[in-house]
């Protein structure tokens, strides 16, 4: 199994098309067969959904991915370490957030609805 051809393949217009496509609607068919996938077909797969959550970033805008990121393995495998760990810190501070507001619900001084204030 050539990893350089399974990758090549799975960045390609076609292949992404085919592979969104095939999800979208079920009679789509990437494989004659549709059980007990080989190696090869398993690993092309992931590629094909690697390079369509990079291409879905790239559209989208996200920090530090470009073109350049995607056509490079060691850039690329640095970016998905980068977003893993921003991605986890930015769901801690969420966390965090959430459980201060949580604690300390704030007040609308300047609401026209009545309401009481403890003092």
Do not use: C
Request: glycine share 2%; aromatic share 14%.
């Amino acid at each position: 199994m050539n990893l350089k051809i399974l990758k090549r393949l799975a960045k390609s217009n076609k292949y992404q098309m085919l592979y969104h496509r095939a999800k979208d609607l079920n009679y789509i068919r990437l494989f004659k067969n549709e059980l007990d996938f080989t190696e090869a077909q398993i690993t092309f797969l992931y590629y094909l959904e690697l390079y369509s959550m990079l291409y879905q970033d790239l559209h989208d805008e996200e920090l530090y991915i470009s073109e350049e990121v995607i056509d490079d393995d060691f850039l690329t495998e640095a970016y998905l370490i980068w977003k893993n760990k921003y991605k986890k810190k930015e769901e801690k501070q969420k966390e965090k957030s959430k459980k201060r507001g949580q604690r300390h619900k704030e007040i609308d001084y300047d609401s026209d609805v009545p309401g009481m204030v403890f003092h």
